[in-house]
């Protein structure tokens, strides 16, 4: 239930957002979720960063979404 409501969440970075990690700034952007939560999906591969599957420790650019 929770998950769905994830799915459908987009989000663009800017300018303050630039160069953090995505688990953080997605954590940051989603505090109702863990940031362990927020891991799982990204190594399930379930969150992308402009249409490709990324990893946790991808720092954030402005306008990524």
Known sequence: KTFKKLNHAQKFVVE?????????????????????????LINKGKVTVNGKVSKSAHLVKRGDR
């Open 16 to 40: 303050r957002e630039e160069g953090v990690r995505l688990d953080v700034f997605l954590k940051s952007n989603l505090p109702q979720f863990s940031r362990s939560f927020i891991q799982k």
